[in-house]
């Protein structure tokens, strides 16, 4: 079982950067692939990243390439999200999740969500 918290949106300019925390008060931590969405006003959930936890299981979506950085701490269980040159339209609830398996594309057999942290950035 997973227990999810999200930390660190806030109000942030254009260009600048935040870095999103999300705590696993569970278990099973290490065994799950970990991701980050999010949902902007009127649309639906989107994939983020996710990591399994090597630089090679490390999974993006376009528009956050370059410029997102996903990690993870198994000794703390927490995943990372640095995001950079924030944009306008990176404005959303940021969600982490675990889940059995990643890629590119999304997530699936999502095993439970944080409760999101909101992320505003203002042009």
């Known amino acids: 079982q997973v227990q999810l918290v999200e930390s660190g949106g806030g109000l942030v300019q254009a260009g600048g950067s935040l870095r999103l925390s999300c705590v696993d008060s569970g278990r099973a931590f290490s065994r799950y692939f970990m991701g980050w969405f999010r949902q902007a006003p009127g649309k639906e959930r989107e994939f983020v990243a996710a990591?399994?936890?090597?630089?090679?299981?490390?999974y993006y979506a376009d528009s956050v390439k370059g410029r997102y950085t996903i990690s993870r701490d198994n000794a703390k269980n927490t995943v990372y999200l640095q995001m950079n040159n924030l944009q306008p339209a990176d404005t959303a609830i940021y969600y982490c999740a675990a889940a059995n398996g990643c890629s590119g594309r999304g997530c699936s057999l999502i095993k439970g969500w944080g409760q999101g942290t909101q992320v505003t950035v203002s042009s």
């Open positions: 990591t399994l936890g090597s630089v090679s299981s490390a």
